[in-house]
């Protein structure tokens, strides 16, 4: 129907109408991931934002006891801050000994490789770019030996890919990186 609008353009007052009816249901926005997060029995990791420090990472910690008493709106979120780069899989997050981007091997991916469940996309997030030609070489490597898409991102749009395929039941990692020369000089947080 949008094709022959697109096409044909506004001809009657139907399909206008019929139009505000399809898109009546966009508006201000919904959760994506409130329904499948809620779902599960293992909580599935959310990487909720990121400073200079580190990263905000929530479902890390299982919550044994639901404290009642407190407001749903409450300031606490369940919130970790992990200090320093990190690798996310869909139901844990680890510290990452990685310093800049040049750092990323094959052997610092090891980790990714080894999960099991075997993951299917792997996001490296860094607000620097990779050498192309160590990215092609890492990228034939993974899909060689383990199957794996890499792809790099920025960060921002690393933790939110991760999130919403995370989100969607896929099996996906992200390798986040806190560039050292970075760290702990500026506390302002970049929420998603």
Same mark, same amino acid.
């Given at each position: ?145 383990? $199957? ?11 933790? $939110? ?32």
């Amino acid at each position: 129907m949008i094709r022959s609008i697109i096409r044909n353009g506004f001809r009657s007052r139907k399909k206008i109408h019929i139009l505000k009816i399809s898109f009546s249901g966009w508006g201000k926005g919904q959760d994506l991931l409130a329904d499948v997060i809620d779902s599960t029995d293992k909580p599935k990791v959310i990487l909720d934002g990121y400073s200079t420090t580190g990263f905000d990472v929530i479902n890390i910690i299982e919550k044994k006891f639901k404290d009642k008493e407190k407001d749903e709106d409450s300031a606490d979120s369940g919130a970790v801050h992990m200090t320093g780069s990190i690798l996310a899989f869909p139901h844990a997050c680890f510290l990452w000994k990685i310093d800049s981007i040049q750092d990323v091997t094959m052997d610092s991916l090891s980790p990714t490789i080894l999960h099991r469940p075997k993951l299917t996309y792997v996001f490296i997030g860094s607000d620097n770019p990779m050498d192309p030609h160590k990215l092609v070489t890492l990228k034939n490597q993974m899909r060689e030996k383990a $199957g794996i898409v890499l792809e790099q991102l920025s960060i921002r749009d690393a933790m $939110g890919t991760f999130n919403i395929l995370n989100g969607e039941d896929r099996v996906v990692g992200a390798a986040l990186i806190l560039q050292s020369e970075v760290k702990g000089t500026n506390d302002t947080k970049d929420k998603i």
